[in-house]
């Protein structure tokens, strides 16, 4: 059941991931006990799609127990321990709590650097989470400099198409949208819509996203044929993954008045 969870996860499929998810902790804790680190680990699990699905309230108290007895059973230091610190900065993020986040993804990002190396995969990862909060914060600047670095060095070590490094494109492309540059995000927008298209298919949640971004990039520069034509296609795609009354959906349709 953990596996096909996995593989639900990785597909972007967080829907159907979510009711299995929740029966294996159930089960773990009743099993296991509240304590074991099978249970705690399948806890972050859930927390994590929670956030995924826009769920934050669920996710935030499962994620805050997780650290609180992982900083306690493994220690503050502990990869565990920095895999629930970042979990919890994520959910921040997507509250709107940047300002919680920033502490805790900057800690997360100076422990990896120092354990793991400033070229590890996780350590990038933690730089990349800082850089969304950068841009959340207004440091687009700083934002700018480190998804410079990400996605040089995922370009490197792990090709241009592979979906980490599509991710770290999108990032930069967001990152010029912040600082006003819409003209210089375009083509990455459409770069990684035309990879992840191929890769994951266009009803993949990543998928959707950057059809989102993209459809408010041509808001902005004013390409409204070339909108319509989008918009046509991934209102669907956002109604069907994300609901009819999603944020998402309810912006593309106000992009279009």
Do not use: C
Not at 68 to 91: F, S, Y
Not at 98 to 123: I, S
């Amino acid at each position: 059941m953990v596996n096909l969870t996995n593989t639900y996860d990785s597909l972007g499929r967080q829907t159907d991931a979510l009711p299995l998810e929740e029966e294996v902790l159930w089960k773990f804790r009743k099993i296991l006990g509240p304590e074991h680190l099978s249970t705690l680990a399948a806890m972050n699990n859930l927390a994590s799609t929670f956030r995924l699905l826009g769920k934050h309230q669920d996710a935030l108290p499962l994620a805050e127990e997780v650290l609180e007895k992982w900083q306690k059973m493994l220690g503050p230091d502990h990869l565990n321990t920095l895999i629930a610190t970042n979990t919890l900065a994520n959910i921040y993020h997507s509250l709107g709590r940047n300002k919680d986040a920033l502490p805790l993804a900057e800690e997360v990002l100076e422990k990896r650097r120092k354990m793991l190396g400033p070229d590890h995969l996780d350590t990038l990862m933690a730089m990349n989470n800082l850089m969304v909060i950068y841009l959340s914060l207004g440091k687009h600047k700083d934002a700018l400099l480190l998804v410079e670095e990400v996605l040089e060095k995922r370009e490197k070590m792990l090709g241009p198409d592979h979906l980490d490094t599509l991710e770290a494109m999108n990032n930069f492309a967001n990152t010029y949208l912040l600082l006003g540059r819409p003209e210089e995000a375009l083509p990455l927008y459409k770069k990684v819509l035309d990879k992840r298209r191929s890769l994951l298919g266009s009803e993949h949640q990543e998928t959707v996203h950057v059809m989102y971004n993209l459809l408010v990039t041509l808001k902005i520069l004013g390409k409204g044929e070339e909108l319509k034509e989008l918009a046509g296609i991934t209102l669907p795609l956002i109604e069907k993954v994300y609901g009819s009354d999603n944020t998402r959906t309810v912006r593309i349709r106000s992009l279009l008045d």
